[in-house]
């Protein structure tokens, strides 16, 4: 592929041969020889030098609810513009959006768009936020951060929603311009990564520790619970005493519930019982805010107050019902403070 206006240089990539170069972005730490790209598809080594191929390609824009995020603590009931390329730097075997992130077929995504031409319909369209979603922003970093720069000027949030899968040396830069995200745990057994993912958690438990410790970015977790891989009780409840101790209890939580596709189609959907059994060890955790979803759950998907458990967002499916926050983030009943962005 030449280099023209559907490519960028790259950052996070160093030479270690001529004409052989390093991926440093996530902890694949592909390496490249020339023309060839890396496990997400999107970064490529062209005359010996990393570049984004996907850069100012979309596959599709789409106005979603914020809830559908999901994000339920940021801006509740605005509208988020969402869009996407193409690729990834996992391969999960349950993937939602694998026509996106596992295909190699660049020039089918016609929509082509600037960052300041996203920002710009953001905008215009009356959306409080863009997320980089569908598949993993990391592996469109510049094209990501530059989104995020231009959606700043006009006011414009950002959200990321993405695996985690990142270096520490990248890590920084990417979530250094958003303002939200959600990080989809997948699992709390490295096993699992290395067998349904082809990939590690420790790279993931670091970004979601490295968002509390050392940025504002408001972030929320998800964690698709697949029937008979990832739903016992003890690895829920290792999963939620770990959020518990490493990012505190205000840290939102969703339990997503699996549906057959791609290469688990064998594989039966998630029980509503056992996402709302999970849901029940993560408030015993001392979780303070636990949803599900992929259900139909009015209780389960609501915001209620960590003190006194008053309906504080009603919520059927992602529409919003009753709002009852007063003075931006608190309980009217008790006045206690309600965490998150509103």
Request: hydrophobic share 35%; net charge neutral.
């Amino acid at each position: 592929m030449n280099s023209n206006n559907k490519s960028k240089l790259a950052r996070f990539w160093e030479q270690i041969e001529k004409d052989t170069i390093k991926c440093t972005l996530c902890p694949r730490h592909c390496i490249l020889k020339n023309g060839r790209s890396g496990f997400c598809f999107v970064r490529q080594n062209l005359s010996g030098k990393m570049v984004l191929i996907t850069y100012g390609r979309s596959s599709g824009f789409c106005i979603d609810p914020i809830e559908k995020k999901p994000l339920n603590h940021f801006y509740p009931g605005s509208k988020i513009l969402s869009f996407g390329t193409a690729g990834c730097n996992l391969g999960c075997k349950f993937c939602q959006n694998w026509d996106l992130s596992r295909s190699r077929e660049f020039d089918r995504m016609t929509e082509k768009a600037s960052p300041a031409e996203i920002a710009l319909a953001a905008k215009t369209h009356d959306c409080k936020s863009v997320a980089f979603t569908y598949n993993d922003p990391i592996i469109f970093a510049e094209y990501a951060s530059d989104t995020a720069i231009e959606c700043h000027k006009l006011d414009i949030k950002t959200v990321a929603v993405t695996a985690g899968y990142i270096t520490d040396e990248a890590r920084p830069y990417f979530f250094e311009h958003i303002d939200a995200a959600n990080v989809d745990l997948k699992s709390f057994s490295d096993d699992f990564y290395e067998k349904y993912c082809s990939g590690q958690i420790e790279p993931v438990l670091k970004t979601l520790v490295y968002l509390k410790e050392r940025t504002d970015v408001w972030f929320e977790i998800t964690n698709l619970i697949i029937p008979g891989l990832n739903d016992t009780d003890q690895e829920i409840k290792n999963m939620t005493k770990w959020i518990f101790t490493n990012l505190g209890k205000n840290v939102p939580l969703h339990f997503s519930a699996f549906h057959p596709i791609y290469k688990m189609t064998d594989r039966k959907a998630t029980p509503e019982e056992t996402l709302i059994k999970a849901r029940d060890i993560a408030l015993d955790s001392g979780l303070q805010h636990v949803y599900t979803g992929n259900i139909h759950h009015k209780e389960s998907s609501s915001t209620y107050c960590s003190n006194c458990k008053n309906l504080l967002i009603e919520r059927d499916w992602y529409t919003i019902g009753e709002y009852n926050l007063v003075n931006n983030n608190h309980c009217p009943n008790c006045s206690t403070v309600c965490a998150g962005i509103f």
